[in-house]
């Protein structure tokens, strides 16, 4: 069973930037792909990235290339989503979501690819 806690969450203005971490309580934490998604009021949840399991391979929703970058650290069994020009619209509840795979270069962006999940955390962008 794996544990995703996540953090970093808050009120920011647009323009500003977060950073969110979600540690992991496994120790074979580098045989997992990780990834972010979020999930807004009334909407459908929302693939954002993912990172493989070496951290050789990010995707990314086109909605946030170049603002937000996904990074792991396997020692600490945590993964990263730095976030900066945040706008209102990346206002949502974000979640950590964890796969077991044996493939070390493969990102995943479905949700139905991942099988452990975080609580969330709630990131609100203020205009």
């Known amino acids: 069973q794996v544990q995703l806690v996540e953090s970093g969450g808050g009120l920011v203005q647009a323009g500003g930037s977060l950073r969110l971490s979600c540690a992991a309580s496994?120790?074979?934490?580098?045989?997992?792909?990780m990834g972010w998604f979020r999930q807004a009021p009334g909407k459908e949840r929302e693939f954002v990235a993912s990172?493989?399991?070496?951290?050789?391979?990010?995707y990314y929703v086109d909605s946030v290339k170049g603002r937000f970058t996904i990074s792991r650290d396997n020692a600490k069994t945590t993964v990263y989503l730095q976030m900066n020009s945040l706008k209102p619209e990346d206002t949502a509840v974000y979640y950590c979501?964890?796969?077991?795979?044996?493939?070390?270069?493969?990102?995943?962006?479905?949700?139905?690819?991942?099988?452990?999940w975080g609580q969330g955390t709630q990131v609100t962008v203020s205009s």
């Open positions: 979501a964890a796969r077991l795979t044996g493939y070390p270069n493969t990102a995943y962006s479905g949700p139905r690819d991942y099988s452990y």
């Open positions: 496994v120790r074979t934490f580098n045989s997992y792909a």
């Open positions: 990172i493989s399991r070496s951290g050789g391979s990010t």
